[in-house]
């Protein structure tokens, strides 16, 4: 069958996403084992320093050079700079106690988080059929941590927080449209290694074995992966659309964590994460939906 090229423009933005996500998936894979090993500030300084590396040797080829890192926004990358050390601490944080797809279960309420920011921050009008599925999907995440058995815990709220702090971030995404994607991905990164860089001491560096400097250059080369991934896919269609892909995280962070660590998700990490999945996709039901009836 012939394919519109609408279709085929949809259909690589859908590619560029899930290398995206598998690049993303494969980040926590490395977190996840290195943080075993190493301290929370050591794997966020290595895994950013070898991050803007990467972004720096391919700059002058696939970014349009070192002049796309120019700004005159510099309070908006500032923003954004702490907000993406927040995002990047606590869910690694939470990450190194907790099984993956607990984890990453968790991370997935930011969608949520940015549709409920984008009316006071964006005017965007959300109705209450949306409200209601942002408010199942809380009630998901309650499901999930069962906050009066006892069971919730520091680790749970770090990513909670580090969800929050990366639905910002995307929210304040949409005031830098003009900026480049260079300067976009450097910044951030370069931020939580600063940080990093300040709470480093003797005591909690350890130097990398072997292993550890093979799994630090992946979690590095998996990060330029998953940014490049998600900037052009969702550059490229409709984050509508594309949103639904990025729950295929979650079907390959099972997997893994299973054959890997041995995780097995209980019944309230099962039920919590189908709601929140549930809630998520009627958003982007509704949000197609809204655009169909607008054009």
């Not at 074995?209 to 093979?214: I, Q, S, Y």
């Amino acid at each position: 069958m012939h394919q519109t090229p609408q279709t085929d423009h949809v259909g690589r933005a859908i590619a560029w996403l899930l290398l995206g996500v598998t690049g993303g998936l494969g980040l926590d894979l490395c977190a996840k084992e290195l943080l075993q090993t190493y301290s929370l500030e050591e794997f966020v300084l290595m895994r950013s320093v070898i991050g803007v590396v990467i972004f720096l040797m391919l700059a002058p080829r696939l970014f349009g050079g070192y002049r796309m890192l120019q700004t005159r926004r510099w309070k908006w990358h500032l923003l954004r700079t702490v907000l993406a050390t927040g995002a990047m601490f606590g869910f690694f944080y939470g990450l190194s106690r907790m099984p993956l797809v607990n984890a990453l279960t968790l991370g997935f309420t930011a969608p949520l988080m940015v549709t409920a920011l984008s009316v006071p921050f964006l005017g965007e009008h959300v109705g209450w059929r949306r409200w209601m599925a942002v408010l199942v999907g809380f009630a998901g995440t309650l499901i999930m941590l069962q906050p009066g058995s006892g069971d919730f815990s520091f680790a749970s709220f770090a990513i909670l927080v580090a969800a929050f702090c990366y639905a910002s971030q995307a929210i304040t995404a949409r005031y830098l449209t003009t900026e480049s994607m260079l300067s976009l991905s450097t910044y951030v990164v370069a931020g939580p290694m600063i940080i990093a860089i300040g709470l480093i001491n003797t005591g909690n560096w350890l130097t990398p074995d072997t292993k550890g400097w093979t799994l630090f250059l992946i979690a590095g080369g998996c990060s330029v992966i998953a940014w490049v991934g998600f900037i052009n896919g969702y550059r490229g269609s409709s984050p509508a659309i594309l949103a639904p892909f990025e729950y295929a995280a979650l079907i390959g962070g099972a997997i893994a964590g299973y054959l890997i660590w041995g995780e097995v998700p209980d019944r309230w990490v099962l039920v919590g994460a189908a709601t929140i999945i549930s809630s998520g996709l009627y958003v982007v039901y509704r949000e197609i939906g809204l655009r169909q009836t607008d054009a």
